[in-house]
């Protein structure tokens, strides 16, 4: 893709993938933390709740207060050898729900051992609970749901989602913003760069006149070796050019004038005309003779 061949598209987005990155990486930190806090209240709710310390000793309740005082929502089941039974509580006295017989196998797959488990009770939800044996024929399962754990931390995903969407558009903006100033001088030596390029090089008079900015040349910084490194460049190849342009004029001067044609010689550049005045004739370099032209039996 030609987008992300530009170096100011390269950076930034390689600052919001930062920036998303963290963002992500605190909110999942975060929402790690919540969880388990929330949960381990909820647990705690449910230990006192269960009363494993009441008047039965440790380890579960008495005979008689095996149902204990749990808010709405919260699931009471008594598991015998011949009855299974259970409710979910509501807000009155009268208004719970029974639990189906799918729900009740699976709290009958429960081991009681009067740990704190996590169950997706059938029909009914996401439950924290615990089972604990009553007697050699009777196992009494207590549960809370964990919808406000489940709610709390969904509204954090939500605000987390929300605000690193929001730093992710204020990053991409600034970092645009700061990186097309921080490429200004980059983007300056590039245009003398492509103004050289664009003179005529290959004859007539050279004019290698344009150059970096001072205020661009300073070594100090990556732009600044490069502007200074192109200055020294065009300085060479301006001293080339203009030494190539004296060693033409002079052969031009001085190169010897060659037949235009057979039996015709061009005419000569005073040049010659003056050398030849000035040299004796006995002192003259050989000349070479160039045959004459015959001319054709037709002509």
């Known amino acids: 893709m030609r987008l992300f061949r530009s170096l100011t598209a390269r950076l930034v987005l390689t600052a919001v993938a930062l920036v998303v990155l963290v963002a992500v990486l605190i909110g999942a930190a975060a929402t790690a933390a919540l969880h388990s806090r929330l949960t381990a209240q909820l647990d705690d709710q449910l230990t006192r709740a269960a009363r494993f310390d009441g008047p039965g000793g440790p380890g579960g309740p008495g005979p008689g207060d095996v149902v204990p005082n749990l808010r709405s929502g919260s699931l009471t089941a008594t598991l015998t050898a011949t009855l299974d039974t259970g409710e979910i509580s509501g807000d009155g006295p009268d208004e719970g729900t029974d639990l189906s017989d799918a729900a009740l196998a699976q709290l009958g797959d429960l081991t009681p051992d009067a740990r704190i488990h996590h169950l997706d009770v059938s029909g ?16 009494v399962v207590y549960g809370l749901p964990t919808r406000d754990v489940d709610s709390a931390v969904h509204a954090l995903l939500v605000w987390e989602a929300a605000l690193t969407a929001l730093g992710a558009l204020l990053a991409g903006a600034g970092g645009l913003l700061l990186v097309e100033r921080q490429l200004r001088p980059l983007n300056a030596v590039a245009a003398t760069a492509h103004e ?31 502007g200074a490194a192109l200055n020294v460049l065009l300085e060479h190849v301006q ?15 001085f190169a010897p004038t060659p037949r235009t044609s057979c039996g015709r010689r061009s005419r000569r550049s005073p040049a010659t005309a003056s050398w030849r005045a000035a040299v004796p004739t006995t002192t003259r370099p050989h000349r070479r003779r160039w045959p004459r032209c015959r001319r054709s039996p037709d002509g």
Do not use: K, N
Request: net charge negative; no cysteine.
């Open 124 to 139: 009914a939800g996401s439950y924290r609970v615990i089972a604990m044996r009553l007697d050699d024929e009777t196992i």
């Open 196 to 226: 050289v390029a664009a003179l005529p090089l290959a004859s007539g008079e050279i004019d290698l006149s344009p150059r970096v900015p001072p205020e661009l040349t300073d070594e100090r910084t990556e732009v600044g070796q490069v």
């Open 239 to 253: 001293s080339s050019l203009e030494a190539r342009q004296r060693s033409e004029q002079q052969v031009r001067q």
